[in-house]
DNA sequence: ATGCCTTAACGTTTAAGA
């Protein structure tokens, strides 16, 4: 099974190139972050035609997450159980549904804005919710992962340079801590390889030829539990996506699994 | 071999992204 995830950076703008990397790539799952559209407005007559059925979680300009499947999509949940609110809003960062035996959720971590921001302690409490919900989720034998845009990078190895993140978001220990504390629930980082380079950057601004330096960091993740890990037999981040007109600024994380 | 930011919206600019 050949599983992904993708920040699209809106599903809209980004149909043209979606459509065509399911067409080459095939996943059989995908996990999509930041669709920037309401669940109504979403593509999903131009997915279908592609043989994925879509679950979506989309509230409008910001935002969305989606999982497609041409496996099989049961037991589906819209949002974060328990999650906090942000100004008052339940905003659409997650979504789960079992595909082909495989127990996905589909995450657009908080952005967290600045140290400080109202968004960072939002950001914080949103990942002890979902580690809350991982902890009740993860163990057992069926393989299970929790894949998409967490928005922060687990290390220092995992963004272009440390220096240029002094006093930001995504590096900070606090956002760090709560990704071990995910992780200490049963969870395994599946590292992907590069395709080019040292090291499997996921996301690089659009500015200031950051991709063509690449300037980049790992930010979209793949946690899995233990059957889930145990089962993996290949990871990569699929740059080409990154590269010309129309691209997102994150490129998808592949995972091929043999269940 | 990659190209100097992109997206959606009550738009003539703004907020958000990370």
């Known amino acids: 099974m050949r599983i992904a995830t993708w920040n699209v950076n809106s599903v809209s703008a980004r149909l043209p190139r979606l459509s065509a990397w399911l067409e080459s790539a095939r ?4 996990c999509l972050q930041e669709l920037k559209c309401s669940a109504e407005a979403f593509p999903a007559e131009e997915i279908s035609a592609l043989g994925y059925e879509s679950l979506v979680n989309g509230d409008g300009r910001w935002n ?4 497609l499947s041409r496996v099989g999509l049961s037991d589906t949940v819209l949002g974060l159980p328990e999650g906090p609110l942000f100004d008052g809003g339940d905003e659409s960062r997650a979504a789960a549904a079992t595909c082909g035996g495989v127990r996905v959720w589909s995450v657009y971590v ?3 804005r600045e140290v400080g921001h109202p968004h960072y302690a939002y950001k914080l409490e949103w990942l002890e919710a979902l580690r809350r919900t991982a902890q009740k989720e993860a163990p057992g034998p069926m393989p299970y992962a929790i894949l998409g845009d967490y928005n922060i990078a687990p290390t220092d190895d995992d963004v272009y340079d440390r220096s240029a993140f002094e006093g930001s978001t995504h590096v900070t220990e606090p956002e760090r801590a709560a990704l071990k504390a995910l992780r200490d629930v049963g969870l395994t980082d599946v590292l992907p390889r590069p395709l080019k380079y040292d090291h499997p950057f996921t996301y690089w601004d659009y500015r200031q030829l950051c991709f063509p330096k690449n300037r980049g960091m790992r930010i979209d993740l793949v946690y899995g539990n233990a059957p889930f890990s145990a089962a993996v037999r290949d990871a990569y981040v699929d740059r080409e996506e990154r590269k010309g007109k129309g691209a997102s600024d994150h490129a ?5 699994l043999e269940l």
């Open 252 to 256: 998808p994380v592949v995972v091929d």
């Open 27 to 30: 996943p059989d799952v995908v």
């Open 110 to 112: 908080p952005n967290g």
């Open 64 to 67: 969305g997450v989606a999982v």
